[in-house]
């Protein structure tokens, strides 16, 4: 099957999954408060590192009351995995 994934996306993605997971929550926070358009991509982006690093704490975070953008650190902190 043929990868039709954008350059930029698996440059971008490469990127993330180079990070610590400490850069991936502070970039997840720096996108919550920011109008351009292409950011829910970007979070897009996050959220998929986020979630293969740390599903459980994701997963818990999703089905919270809120899942508000600033509890996610807190769950990933908490549960770790």
């Given amino acids: ?16 999954a180079a990070a610590t997971l400490a850069d991936l929550i502070d970039e ?10 292409n950011i829910y991509t970007v979070r897009g982006w996050l959220m998929d590192e986020i979630q293969t690093r740390c599903p459980r704490a994701f997963d818990a975070w999703l089905d919270s009351p809120t899942s508000a953008d600033d509890e996610l650190k807190y769950y990933i902190m908490e549960m770790k995995g």
């Fill in 1 to 16: 099957m043929k990868n039709t994934m954008h350059p930029a996306e698996r440059k971008a993605r490469a990127m993330l």
């Fill in 28 to 37: 997840w926070e720096l996108t919550t408060e920011n109008n351009d358009p």
